[in-house]
């Protein structure tokens, strides 16, 4: 991984990779992972040296394995692609967590040469255990299941939280998870990037 952290500062990429909920992982091209965050034993029970260094092929689901694996290969194909799908893989207690993930294809970037892929649990453990992987809901299914947010919403101009019905103020991400049945996932759009990571970008 010090390909990759070596484009950022060691603080920033603390701040946002290391202490995310979610997993980001770096797979090389011969397909062994390169890193793994620490968020990967919340998830799954592994601690990071367990993972680093494995392909992690046989944590998928049997059921789940043929599919993601093809899927796979078809992204190594092209550079600059990105691409979410949702499998089951199997924690430390045995369980079967249910993964949302999303990979972009950075192999041809000299600073990473590898997948970045970002996974987070989007479900109970004991569900993921007999639910197939499945696709992401079709807007009028996922809307029709969507509940209103107030009309007027009191966001912090400096930290951007928000003021509840009680007068607190709170997350973004806690308010609109209590509101609506919406999860995140992290990322960071391209003008951000350059700005806090010029040399990454202007190389």
């Not at 453990?125 to 969507?146: D, F, H, Y």
């Not at 509840?164 to 992290?186: C, I, L, M, N």
Request: aromatic letters at 8%; charged letters at 25%.
């Amino acid at each position: 991984m010090s390909q990759v952290s070596s484009a950022l500062s060691d603080a920033a990429f603390r701040l946002i990779v290391e202490n995310s909920e979610d997993i980001t992982a770096v797979r090389g091209a011969d397909g062994n992972i390169r890193y793994a965050s620490p968020s990967v034993q919340h998830v799954l029970g592994y601690k990071q040296q367990e993972v680093v260094g494995s392909t992690c092929f046989d944590l998928i689901h049997p059921e789940d394995r043929a599919n993601v694996l093809a899927a796979l290969k078809e992204f190594e194909k092209t550079p600059g692609a990105r691409d979410s799908i949702h499998w089951r893989a199997r924690h430390a207690d045995g369980s079967w967590v249910s993964l949302e993930v999303f990979a972009y294809n950075m192999l041809d970037d000299p600073a990473v040469r590898g997948l970045v892929i970002n996974g987070r649990d989007i479900g109970d453990r004991k569900q993921g255990e007999t639910a197939p992987a499945r696709p992401i809901p079709v807007l009028p299914e996922a809307a029709s299941n969507t509940l209103i947010l107030p009309a007027l919403l009191h966001i912090c101009a400096s930290c951007k939280k928000i003021r509840d019905e009680q007068g607190k103020w709170r997350d973004v991400e806690v308010y609109v998870r209590e509101h609506a049945p919406v999860e995140f996932s992290h990322g960071m759009c391209q003008e951000c990037a350059k700005h806090w990571y010029p040399d990454h970008y202007n190389k």
